[in-house]
């Protein structure tokens, strides 16, 4: 989920907490949000942001230590403020990031340092508009009452229905996907629609399209030929391309276009059509020996 989502849940599962116990509260609010301050690895560059992001700082040997290290931080350093519940809130806080992280589709590795593999099991898109709803009526709902546990506590009921829910719809629409798709990321509007990519083994194209788990009707369809081939010797020699290809199945070279003397390539993810974002989006351009002259890489 985006880091706002994952605020707002942490602060409404907290909020009974926080009369009483306003460390441990606290803790597992921070800890919802604490594994996404890998994105600071921006600051080396986009190739380090995508090699770190949602990597160990999402894994749950971290939010363990993290969690232990909060306690002895405490009961070592500052007595007087510890609370029993601050280091586990805090793994308790980080541990539901992942997990919901997991949830989503550009993948984590949940069980770094043992294995660097990232997972997704692509239930629920990281913008969702049910989501936010919901959080949105819940944080409403908390104020006007003035606290309490009732609305937290329905709060995490609906949100643990809803998770069930798409992880039905999500397994529903595997079954009525064709057998050669790559992916079906989730809608971030509509919880029944899914965006389909498929590619028959050794096909020159893919098939992108719409799939409604309703009734199991494909919509959208559109082909759109892969150029990978054409450019294999420069592309695997191009970073930024790589990077994508190990996160996406289905990042590829969709065209190229001459520009007088140059040739403008433009590759992208064509799994990710929610909000048309351009996140991954590489263009390079060629000059008339081939040999490339420019880049620009959306990250």
């Known amino acids: 989920m985006d880091i706002v989502t994952h605020g707002l849940m942490g602060a ?5 907490l926080f009369p009483t116990h306003p460390l441990s509260a606290a803790a597992f609010a921070f800890g919802n949000v604490l594994p996404d301050l890998d994105s600071l690895s921006r600051c ?13 700082t999402h894994a749950y040997a971290s939010a363990l230590v993290a969690g232990l290290g ?11 403020w510890h609370e029993p519940l601050a280091g586990p809130a805090l793994a308790l806080g980080m541990g539901l990031h992942s997990t919901l992280d997991y949830t989503n589709t550009f993948g984590i590795q949940l069980f770094a340092p043992f294995s660097r593999q990232r997972r997704a099991c692509e239930w629920v898109f ?3 508009a049910v989501v936010l709803l919901l959080s949105a009526l819940a944080l409403a709902g908390i104020v006007a009452a003035g606290g309490g546990w009732l609305i937290p506590a329905l709060y995490a009921l609906s949100l643990t229905l809803y998770w069930a829910l798409k992880g039905a719809l999500r397994a529903r629409a595997g079954r009525q996907a064709p057998p050669e798709t790559l992916s079906l990321l989730p809608s971030a509007l509509l919880p029944w629609t899914f965006l389909g990519v498929a590619r028959p083994e050794g096909a020159d194209a893919v098939t992108l399209f719409r799939l409604d788990v309703r009734d199991g009707a ?10 990978d081939g054409d450019y294999a010797e420069l592309l695997a020699e191009v970073a930024e391309f790589q990077a994508m290809r190990a996160l996406s199945p289905a990042y590829h070279l969709v065209s190229a276009e001459p520009e007088g003397e140059r040739t403008r390539l433009r ?9 048309q974002t351009s996140f991954g989006e590489l263009e390079l351009v060629l000059d008339a020996q081939g040999q490339l002259q420019e880049r620009v890489f959306h990250v």
């Open 44 to 56: 080396a560059g986009k190739r380090a942001f995508l090699a770190t992001h949602q990597g160990p």
């Open 70 to 80: 909060l306690d002895l931080a405490l009961r070592l350093g500052a007595p007087g």
């Open 12 to 16: 409404i599962l907290a909020s009974p």
């Open 218 to 227: 494909r919509s959208h369809e559109e082909r759109i030929p892969i150029l």
């Open 126 to 128: 990281f913008i969702d």
């Open 267 to 275: 590759c992208r993810d064509l799994r990710t059509r929610n909000f």
